[in-house]
């Protein structure tokens, strides 16, 4: 998998550590970096433009890139074991312990404590900007040992508090990754399905528009570009009534009409996009009337040429017993229908000169 398209922004070093481990382990191409918070949203937005598919990160560094960047980011979550890891080698402590941390990092911290009998007072940050007076909090009220993400424990370092980082370890860094590839592996056939389809609308002889539930054009192919004489950068994202005010979108059923646009006659073919019994949206197709008219004299001077063309008439058949006589009697009526008719007869009994009898004598002759 190219380094590129996965990236993973730790908070501090020793995740980046982790992370180098568990890639050489499990045989992973990963580009990893050091950045928390806001460095690593740099780092993040860096990454986007360098190729960037999935992001991996940790706590509030991983909660800034997501709001900041457009890709996928997975989250390296603290699990039980990682808290554990935290607050076992304290498991005698007599005092109370104060785990501060964004609620995805310390989740589950009163519980741990009560297995391990500590008296644990567990504190939720909303941003990063909350730390200081959260510390000062916990120092009034004489709690002398933080558990915390990197922020926290520099934080209360700071301070003069004892403290204790929560790390992540290898499983939780593990699960991320695979995570990110599965993601990047899903992303990947969405898009190639993508190119497909824009590929096959745009190299279609047909007009394509595409138009949400407010009549806001999606998508505008090459054949409507031509066929309408406008752009599709000018479309996109407009309302279909500005290029074509007339059109009536039936929400409940397809329609076919034909309109004069820009001087030209074009058959307009509305389909509704319907999910769950709600209409989201429809599918307008193109054709200009001119150009199926000078496609279907090529189709007829083709199979002109060729000599598929019907010759025979009823009066070409021989025969003067009651049943021919009824039968072409029957083959006239069912000439002026117009469905499919289906012949049956051995061979050498006439259903050629029969199928261009009734051909000949039809409303498409």
Known sequence: MNSKQLWLVAPHSKLAEEAQNVCQELNINLE????????????AKQAVQLGAEVIISRGGTAELIRQAVEVPVVEIRSTGFDLLKALYPVKDYQETIAVIG??????????????????????????????????????????????????????????????????????SVAKAIEEAQRINKIRQAEQAKAKELKTIVDNVREGIISINHESIVSMFNAAAEIILKEQSYNMLGKKIDSLIPELDINEGSALTKVMKIKDKDVIINTFPVIVEEVSVGAIITLQEV?????????????????????????????????????????????????????????????????AQGIHNASFRS
């Open 32 to 43: 990893i970096r050091i950045g928390n918070m806001y460095p690593g949203v740099e780092i």
């Open 102 to 171: 964004f609620k995805n990092v310390i989740y589950g911290a009163t519980d741990m404590g009560e297995i391990l009998n500590l008296n644990i007072r567990e504190i939720t940050l909303n941003n990063k900007y909350e730390i200081p007076e959260k510390i000062k909090q916990v120092m009034t009220q004489g709690i002398k040992l933080i558990i915390g993400d990197t922020d926290v424990v520099k934080e209360a370092s700071d301070a003069g508090i004892e403290t204790r980082l929560i790390y992540s370890g290898k499983e």
């Open 290 to 354: 001119n150009k199926l008219r000078k496609l279907e004299q090529q189709v007829r001077w083709e199979i002109s040429n060729k000599g598929l063309i019907a010759t025979k008439t009823f009066a070409d058949i021989v025969g003067q017993s009651a049943i021919i006589k009824e039968t072409i009697s029957e083959a006239e009526r069912y000439s002026k229908v117009d469905s499919t008719i289906l012949i049956i007869g051995e061979s050498g009994t006439g259903k050629e000169i029969f």
